[in-house]
C-alpha cells in the first residue's frame, strides 16, 4: 500500500502515515488555538481515524473541557521535542493533524477558516477563501465573504 501524506515530529520521534484523503483543510483562529499552538492560528488537515497510523512514542495529550469550540478539545504533542502533532476531537473520528507535521505540506492549499471573530489584525485572507465568523459544523457559524 502507497501512502499519500506522510509526517512527524521535528524530533522523529513521532511519525504517522495516511492511507487516505483529507477530510476538510481549515485554519481555526480562535483564541484556544492561539493560546495551545503560541501562533496566530492553527491550520489542520483532518483525516479518518482509520486511515492514519501512528508509530514511535505515544503522543502527549492536553484534554481540555472549556474551549471557544464548544466541545471538549485534546491537544496532542511530542514528550521529547513539544512537537504539536494535531487535536483530537472525542466527538469525531476524523483527527485533525497538524498542517506543519505533514511532509507534504507545501503542495495543500487551505481555502476554509473559521473563528474569523477571533483573527489577529495582522492576518489576511486571499480573495477565493471561505471564511467564517466561528465555527459551521454545528449551523450557527455565520458565514462572512470577503469583498
Ligand atoms: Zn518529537
Ligand atoms: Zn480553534
Avoid at 524530533?11 to 483529507?22: A, D, F, K, S
Avoid at 481515524?49 to 514511535?56: A, F, H, M, Q
Avoid at 471557544?68 to 466527538?91: D, E, W, Y
Wanted: proline share 3%; aromatic share 10%.
Amino acid at each position: 500500500m502507497t501512502s499519500k501524506y506522510t509526517g512527524g515530529c521535528k524530533c522523529g520521534n513521532i511519525t504517522y502515515i495516511v492511507n487516505g484523503e483529507p477530510q476538510w483543510k481549515v485554519s481555526c483562529h480562535c483564541n484556544w488555538c492561539q493560546t495551545t499552538s503560541g501562533a496566530a492560528f492553527r491550520t489542520f488537515v483532518l483525516f479518518n481515524e482509520s486511515d492514519l497510523k501512528i508509530s514511535g512514542d505515544t503522543l502527549k495529550s492536553y484534554e481540555d473541557s472549556d474551549t471557544a469550540h464548544g466541545r471538549p478539545m485534546i491537544n496532542q504533542f511530542c514528550s521529547k521535542c513539544g512537537t504539536q502533532l494535531g487535536i483530537k476531537v472525542p466527538s469525531m473520528d476524523a483527527r485533525h493533524i497538524a498542517l506543519g507535521t505533514l511532509d507534504q505540506r507545501k503542495t495543500i492549499a487551505i481555502k476554509d477558516n473559521i473563528w474569523w471573530q477571533e483573527a489577529l489584525n495582522f492576518v489576511s485572507f486571499p480573495n477565493d477563501s471561505d471564511v467564517y465568523k466561528t465555527g459551521y459544523w454545528n449551523g450557527t457559524g455565520e458565514r462572512i465573504l470577503k469583498s
